[in-house]
């Protein structure tokens, strides 16, 4: 497995490849982890992090920064466009996966052996649900326990529009009877699971009008596009997937609801 990143690699893929590496299936097997660091820069600042990095690394990297020669081919072969990716090769050197890293942030080693097929077989199993895929313990403490007893959660976040994000903690202090998660607080690796999943979807089946794609859609453009979304559920079933502005609106009335409301 060739792990291929820039510097930034974040602590959380690092926590997570890790995890899988200590894991008894892993270390029985014959896969390896490399690590191939990609540097467009190198001075002694580079180095630092570079060596800094390293050290929390238990599996192979390389000795150095990629240089820039290596570094376009690998940016030609394996399309590395500045992210973390996770090349999969078998034992004959055949690559099984051009980037696992998708599922190893949703399923960590549940995604063994990491190949496209395994991707495909998680995703279309009957009873994945992406809200629990996005949603986790790993971005929100103790929300997967929420999940499973059936708790009310709002889950919101723009980065466009902070005034209407005041207002709807506002009324929720107010209706009280929810749990209230800002996504903004873990912006990047929120949207990253987003991503993650609508990526491993399409790569399972390219039907666009299937209704997680659609679910997911709809909340990756009102977050991205249209000021900022809201997604109401009940554990981990999904009643309501809307833009927060509309929602707002809704709940500026909340005075006026039934008391059965």
């Not at 080693?109 to 949603?135: D, M």
């Not at 976040?157 to 005034?163: K, R, Y």
């Not at 979807?201 to 997680?212: F, T």
């Amino acid at each position: 497995m060739l792990l291929i990143s820039d510097l930034d690699l974040s602590d959380e893929d690092l926590e997570t490849l890790t995890s899988i590496y200590n894991e008894r299936t892993f270390q029985c097997s014959n896969y390896k982890i490399m690590w191939v660091p990609i540097a467009e820069e190198q001075n002694e600042a580079m180095q630092k992090k570079f060596l800094d990095k390293r050290s929390g690394m238990r599996w192979y990297t390389s000795n150095s920064m990629v240089g820039k020669p290596s570094a376009k081919f690998i940016q030609k072969k394996w399309q590395f466009r500045q992210h973390n990716m996770v090349v999969v090769l078998n034992e004959q050197g055949k690559v099984v996966n051009m980037d696992a890293i998708a599922m190893i942030r949703l399923w960590g080693g549940e995604a063994f052996p990491f190949t496209e097929s395994k991707g495909q077989e998680l995703w279309n199993n009957q009873g994945i649900n992406w809200f629990k895929l996005v949603v986790n313990n790993t971005l929100f403490p103790y929300v997967e326990r929420g999940l499973e007893e059936g708790e009310h959660i709002i889950l919101y976040g723009s980065v466009e529009d902070p005034q209407t994000v005041q207002k709807i903690e506002q009324y929720m202090r107010e209706i009280a009877f929810y749990r209230c998660i800002d996504v903004n607080t873990k912006r990047e690796q929120f949207l990253s699971r987003v991503e993650s999943c609508l990526y491993l979807k399409m790569q399972a089946s390219s039907d666009i009008y299937d209704s997680r794609v659609q679910e997911l859609l709809e909340l990756y453009i009102n977050y991205k596009q249209r000021g900022g979304f809201v997604v109401i559920s009940r554990g981990s079933t999904v009643v309501v997937n809307a833009r927060l502005a509309d929602f707002e609106a809704v709940l500026s009335l909340h005075q006026e609801w039934p008391a059965e409301a």
